[in-house]
């Protein structure tokens, strides 16, 4: 049943989101002391994220949730956004469809609202749009489930081994569809240092990785061996 208290739409989130990591079987945690600038702890991967949760309402096709806080003190309302020092991500519920999703608070800090979008727009429109589909809860658990999976057997295969076959065996390799619907996550993992491959229909199509790596992968295609670890730059798409 829907609530037009704000208090309690914001604890029914809470619970929401929660209950829906325990689902998917993250880590839980609930800190003991009130009024911190996150609601919960979630465990996903290796990571332990501090995470605000929001409630959202649908608009349309559209899931809105504000982001600032609004606290009156003797001068007056004060307004605050969220900023990377204080939470890892933010969640947010909507009760509408009953979904939760994961924003990292890279994507929006110090922004006073997000607008994710569940089906395109009716003029065409592609650029500049957050999709719902690239941030729900379970998709974004996977993946870093799966990142996290990848980086342990990367372990015993160091980038900096000299053999090409263990330079191949440190790409990630990512289907198209999934790659286009979670760009701005592989964006950040090829600006990390690694390097994704992307296959349509089963064959390479393109790649993403920094443009040190791909110094490195023509120097392996020229000699057979690699050269000293190069300190990765920004992401370049190939």
């Not at 993250?26 to 979630?42: K, Q, S």
């Not at 790596?213 to 992401?235: E, M, N, S, W």
Request: proline content about 4%; charged content about 25%.
């Amino acid at each position: 049943m829907t609530t037009h208290d704000p208090n309690r739409r914001g604890n029914a989130a809470e619970l929401a989101i929660a209950a829906e990591a325990a689902k998917l079987n993250l880590a839980v945690l609930m800190p003991l002391t009130e009024h911190g600038r996150y609601d919960l702890v979630i465990g996903i991967g290796q990571q332990l994220l501090r995470v605000q949760c929001k409630s959202a309402k649908l608009k349309g096709d559209v899931v809105c949730a504000r982001l600032a806080t609004s606290r009156r003190t003797r001068d007056g309302y004060v307004r605050t956004r969220y900023s990377a020092e204080e939470v890892d991500a933010i969640a947010i519920y909507c009760e509408e469809i009953r979904e939760c999703f994961l924003v990292p608070i890279e994507h929006v800090e110090g922004m006073s609202a997000i607008s994710l979008r569940l089906a395109p727009a009716r003029n065409g429109q592609r650029a500049a749009l957050n999709w719902a589909e690239q941030y729900r809860l379970g998709a974004v658990a996977q993946l870093a489930e799966r990142v996290t999976g990848s980086d342990e057997v990367r372990g015993s295969n160091p980038l900096s081994s000299t053999s090409q076959a263990e330079y191949e065996s440190s790409v990630e390799e990512v289907g198209a569809h999934q790659f286009r619907n979670h760009f701005g996550f592989y964006l950040d993992r090829a600006s990390a240092g690694s390097e994704v491959l992307v296959r349509r229909r089963g064959r390479p199509y393109a790649s993403l990785c920094p443009p040190a790596r791909r110094r490195r992968l023509r120097l392996v295609k020229r000699t057979g061996c690699l050269a000293d670890p190069v300190l990765a730059g920004d992401a370049d798409v190939e």
